[in-house]
């Protein structure tokens, strides 16, 4: 089992920056993906970023240029920098870590505001 639990969520006008923290916990390794999703409401949970187990990082085309994920491998932890934050990037974001179709596990999620 994996426990991911997230801070940094807040309200924040448009233009501002927040950093979100996922702790791992549990049976994790470096064979798995982890990366940050989030969910408006009324939409789909969407990918923000992502790194694979290989290395690889991918964002979401509306998050490029402006939000930067990162991992601390010491403490099990990823961040997710999030800069000139938008009104549209309001959502409840959650962390993922994932090792194939079978091992998927998510956070609680944390709620991101930005006001116009």
């Known amino acids: 089992q994996v426990r991911l639990v997230e801070s940094g969520g807040g309200l924040v006008q448009a233009g501002g920056s927040l950093r979100l923290s996922c702790a791992a916990s549990?049976?994790?390794?470096?064979?798995?993906?982890m990366g940050w999703y989030r969910q408006a409401p009324g939409k789909q949970r969407e990918m923000v970023a992502r790194?694979?187990?290989?290395?690889?990082?991918t964002y979401g085309e509306s998050v490029k240029g402006r939000f930067t994920i990162s991992t601390d491998n010491a403490k099990n932890t990823i961040y997710l920098q999030m800069n000139n934050l938008k009104p549209q990037d309001t959502g409840v974001y959650y962390c993922?870590?994932?090792?194939?179709?079978?091992?998927?596990?998510w956070g609680q999620g944390t709620q991101v505001t930005v006001s116009s």
């Open positions: 549990g049976s994790i390794s470096s064979t798995y993906g």
């Open positions: 790194f694979a187990s290989g290395g690889t990082t």
């Open positions: 993922n870590a994932a090792q194939g179709p079978i091992r998927n596990y």
